[in-house]
């Protein structure tokens, strides 16, 4: 995706809150079979962020992520990655894999197991995809569908260098607790605007304690996700 946005470094952004108010999704329902009958028999529920202020005015155009939920015996976690600092667009920011529609995709399923592959290397005999929720608008005018699945372990990935600094994984226990969920609010273009962060802190590859700073759509689709496994 080439489009992009003015620059500026949401890490320096006030925190002005958090969520921990509302309460974790019970550990019951981050079992396998129970996100596999979650997603069968969804319940009533609306996205609580549909998406971003749009800045640019171009035509929509599609794209997929997938979420991939790691099995790690009775846990399961989600794999991320970090953009490398080059990219024109969203550089080094922590992403799902997944990309812009191409013609031949049969549909937001194909796009977002296509893009992982070509991202990471996980292999789709390795991925069981259970459902998607509710397209994000971006602020570029993204429809990004995220497509979720269940991963076997253990991942033998093979990542892109040129689009891929780093793939990691957050317990998805963490990520579904609301406590964990930062607000932040700015000033930008003329109007205040708002966003979640989720900092995880883990080590790296190299095994170098690193701060992953999770926010923009990222997060609202992870927030996203909260709303539909608590509904």
């Known amino acids: 995706m080439t489009t992009s946005v003015p620059l500026f470094d949401p890490e320096a952004v006030p925190m002005v809150g958090d969520d921990a108010h509302l309460p974790p999704v019970d550990a019951a329902r981050l079992l396998p079979d129970a996100l596999r009958l979650r ?45 490398t600092g080059h990219l024109r667009s969203h550089a080094g920011q922590v992403s799902f894999p997944g990309g ?51 991963v076997r372990s253990p991942l033998t990935l093979a990542l892109d260098a ?33 966003f979640l962060s989720m900092p995880w802190e883990a080590p790296d590859a190299q095994g170098q304690r690193r701060r992953y700073f999770i926010w923009g759509a990222t997060a609202a689709m992870i927030r996203n996700f909260y709303r539909f496994l608590s509904a």
Request: hydrophobic share 45%; net charge negative; glycine share 4%.
């Open 162 to 194: 040129f689009e891929v600094a780093e793939a990691f994984e957050v317990p998805l226990q963490f990520l579904m607790t609301p406590a964990n969920h930062h607000r932040h609010r700015f000033e930008a273009l003329g109007s205040a605007r708002q």
């Open 39 to 83: 997603f069968a028999e969804p319940p009533q529920w609306q996205p609580e962020i549909p998406g971003d202020a749009r800045v640019f005015e171009r035509e929509p155009a599609r794209a997929s992520v997938l979420v991939p939920l790691v099995i790690h015996g009775d846990t399961l976690s989600v794999l991320l990655t970090r953009r």
């Open 100 to 150: 812009r529609a191409e013609e031949h995709d049969a549909d937001a399923v194909e796009t977002a197991l296509r893009e992982t592959e070509e991202e990471v290397g996980l292999a789709r005999e390795q991925v069981e995809v259970i459902g998607s929720l509710p397209a994000y608008t971006t602020i570029t005018a993204f429809h990004v569908t995220p497509v979720v699945a269940l």
